[in-house]
């Protein structure tokens, strides 16, 4: 499912009026009847004293629409409009008629205080005031009624975004209405999956108001789905073996440092590698053999940690290997940094590049555009920010930009970790995901990744395919581990659950 900045939800629009030739009235009309149909799981309207809040943009057109099909699920509906009803388009004014005609009572309201009684009395308030119009800081009267919205007690549907919220970032202009249902209409907006607009957002329902999918067809930011991630993951014929389904090497680990390589290598088994081999240094080696039986663990060198010295060696071992996964536990040592460039440099295969191995392509000046292998990077903000100087607060600003302009300029798959983790691609083109929650905000969950991103490469999913599906995945094995222990499950307990994430996806194509 596409993902869109506001100007491309308008450019969206006037594609589906202007060359599919679909009436504005026709895409009101479907939002507004959206609005209802689809929360109708959730909500009871019947009965339900419902307050539809409308502004004079088409946002509050959709409400005009949605007032109706509310009180033909049985609502006792009541509007509000603020606003200079002078200002509104000629689709809203005949929707407000229509109601007119039907009865349902349209209050005018110029001051929040007017609206107090109802909104405080209502069992549903719809906020249809402001949606991809909003132009500036809400102030005034409607920053009033917005804050009437949110202390009242009842369930609040937010129309297409909730009001106030910024659609390309999700943050707030100075208000928010802090919805519990948000009807996404035609697409879903950044600002919905980003945060803070996923907690204002509430539950995400989404309406694609009859603009064909043909029009979405160019749009480069992807919310990932199942079924994105269903339709690339390869299935296991009854004749695998294997060596069919990857050999794996992990270059991970160091003295003190051991924990990292045996995440990144219980990820690596649990997403289905066919064979893993953890490679580490000397001094890690006592550590880690043995305790997977199915890992497979080697030591380069003499030494606590890598150096320059052990690459040839790692090379000539990486022969074998059909993916390599570099980083985890590995230190920062100058000396495994140029041990780390000698890697990069050199392989020319898939390499997921994490952790340690992410401080060296800065420290080294590793030119990654010129690498031979096909490179997936795996930062979280604090690695991103060190690789690309840019503050953690401006890639927060820009999660979804930045990773995407990083992926391009260095020809890498880059996956930004965080809430959400966006993987933006070389093509320009970037998936949003949206599994995962807070519990695995933990030590090691980023090594358990890499190894699952790794493994399913090496079962022959391209760079691209793997690093997206690597993170549903890894959020979705979280998300399992959390329906029972939200906090508190380590990143060895989520790994177990790749295999069931796997198996949830899967079930798809019953
Ligand atoms: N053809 C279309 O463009 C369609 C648009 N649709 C709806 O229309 C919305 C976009 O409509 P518009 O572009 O008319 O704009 P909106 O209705 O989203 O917003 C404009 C209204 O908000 C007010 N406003 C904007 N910024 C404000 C601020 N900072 N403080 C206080 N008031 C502020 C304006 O005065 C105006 O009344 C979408 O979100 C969607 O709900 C749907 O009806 C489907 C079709
Ligand atoms: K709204």
Not at 224 to 230: N, P, Y
Not at 356 to 374: N, Q, S, W, Y
Request: glycine content about 12%.
């Amino acid at each position: 499912m596409i993902l869109t900045k506001t100007e491309e939800s308008r450019l969206l629009d006037s594609m589906a009026m202007k060359e599919y030739g679909i009436p504005e009235m026709v895409l009101m009309e479907n939002a507004g009847s959206s609005v209802v149909r689809l929360t109708e799981k959730y909500v009871d309207w019947d009965g339900a004293f419902t307050v539809i809040l409308c502004g004079t943009g088409n946002n509050g057109g959709d409400g005009f629409v949605a007032a109706r099909y509310a009180a033909g699920r049985g609502a006792r509906v009541l509007v509000l409009l603020m606003g200079n009803e002078a200002h509104m388009s000629e689709s809203s004014k005949q929707y407000r008629h229509v109601i007119d005609k039907m009865g349902i009572p349209v209050i005018p309201i110029s001051r929040a205080e007017e609206g107090a009684p109802y909104i405080h009395d209502a069992d549903i308030l719809v906020d249809a005031l402001i949606g991809t119009g909003l132009s500036s800081e809400v102030k005034g009267e409607k920053a009033l009624l917005i804050t009437l919205m949110n202390e009242a007690q009842g369930i609040i549907i937010s129309v297409d975004v909730p009001s106030g919220m910024l659609t390309d970032t999700g943050r707030a202009a100075g208000v928010v209405v802090d919805a519990d249902y948000t009807v996404a209409l035609g697409s879903v907006k950044r600002g919905h999956v980003l945060y803070p607009g996923s907690s204002y957002t509430g539950t995400l329902l989404y309406s694609p108001i009859g603009i064909p999918d043909e029009a979405r067809m160019d749009f480069p930011v992807h919310l990932t789905e199942k079924e994105d991630v269903f339709n690339i993951l390869p299935v296991r014929n009854r004749v695998s073996h294997k060596g069919k389904n990857g050999f794996i090497g992990i270059f991970a680990g160091s003295y003190g440092m051991e924990g990292a390589a045996l995440l990144s290598g219980q990820g690596a088994l649990y997403a289905g590698g066919g064979k893993v081999a953890v490679v580490t240094s000397a001094g890690a080696h006592s550590a880690l053999a043995g305790r997977i039986p199915e890992l497979m663990v080697s030591s380069l060198g003499k030494g606590p940690f890598f150096t320059e010295a052990d690459s040839a060696e790692a090379l000539e071992k990486a022969k074998a290997y059909d993916v390599i996964a570099l980083g985890p536990g590995l230190g920062r040592e100058k000396e495994t940094g140029k041990f780390v460039k000698r890697l990069i440099t050199s392989f020319d295969k898939t390499m997921v590049i994490d952790a340690d191995a992410l401080f060296a392509v800065k420290e080294e000046h590793i030119a990654l555009d010129t690498c031979p292998g096909r490179l997936i990077l795996t930062p979280h903000v604090g690695e991103f920010s060190h690789l690309t100087g840019l503050s953690p607060k401006e890639i927060e600003n820009g999660r979804i930009d930045e990773a995407i302009r990083f992926a391009v300029e260095n020809h890498v798959v880059l996956v930004l970790k965080g809430a959400p983790t966006v993987t933006a691609m070389p093509d320009g083109s970037a998936y949003v995901n949206t599994t995962g929650n807070p519990g695995m905000a933990t030590g090691g969950m980023g090594d358990t990744l890499t190894g699952i991103i790794a493994a399913l490469a090496g079962q022959g999913m391209n760079a691209s395919g793997a690093a997206l599906a690597g993170v549903y995945l890894h959020g979705l094995a979280g998300d399992m581990a959390a329906e029972k222990t939200p906090v508190g499950y380590r990143a060895g307990d989520l790994a177990e659950w790749i295999p069931l994430a796997r198996a949830e996806v899967m079930k798809m194509g019953r």
